[in-house]
């Protein structure tokens, strides 16, 4: 692996003023992903992280079932401003 897996990585999702979201992890340089529905972000999410910390196929099947996304206080979701 690239760098150890962390237990808990922060995420932001975004709207796009045009339509569908993009998601970015902060405190992780570059990645991100984008989509049409917020459920599409989330099952592109895992792939995102396995490939960022360049995580081997054989090794991802054991991650992968343990990568889940828990929201904690109060969401807002607002249209991004030009």
Known sequence: MKHPFPK?????VHIEP????????PGLPGCYTQGDSLSEISSQLQDVLLTYFDVPHS???KLR????????GKIDLQPVRS
Not at 18 to 25: N, Q, R
Not at 65 to 72: D, E, R, V
């Open 18 to 25: 045009d339509g569908g979201f993009w998601a970015e992890f």
């Open 8 to 12: 808990n990585i922060n995420l932001v």
């Open 65 to 72: 079932p343990n990568i889940t996304l828990s929201a904690k």
């Open 59 to 61: 090794e991802a099947k």
